[in-house]
């Protein structure tokens, strides 16, 4: 998923090149639909790698102390072998 979610990025910034060279509308609205879905795709990859502010978050909405030790759900299956 990481090797996905670089690709994206990359993708994602020649897509903002080619909207800054836009010649008209038309293709100025068909590059953004483009860069929509690029940013949408970011997003859902950046989620389930859970590498967005949301994973700093607990159960209860509260932030974890910044030193604190963020550990895998996989590991926890590992852990109960």
């Known amino acids: 998923m990481l090797v996905q979610l670089c690709r994206h990025v990359v993708m994602s910034h020649h897509v903002a090149e080619m909207v ?36 700093l978050l607990n159960h209860n909405g509260n932030k974890k102390p910044l030193g604190a030790i963020i550990t895998s759900p996989h590991s926890r299956i590992a852990d109960a072998s």
Do not use: F, V
Not at 29 to 47: A, N, T, V
């Open 20 to 55: 800054a060279q836009a010649a008209d509308k038309h293709e100025l609205l068909e590059l953004l639909k483009e860069q929509r879905g690029e940013s949408d795709m970011i997003r859902k990859l950046s989620s389930s790698l859970r590498i967005t502010p949301q994973s």
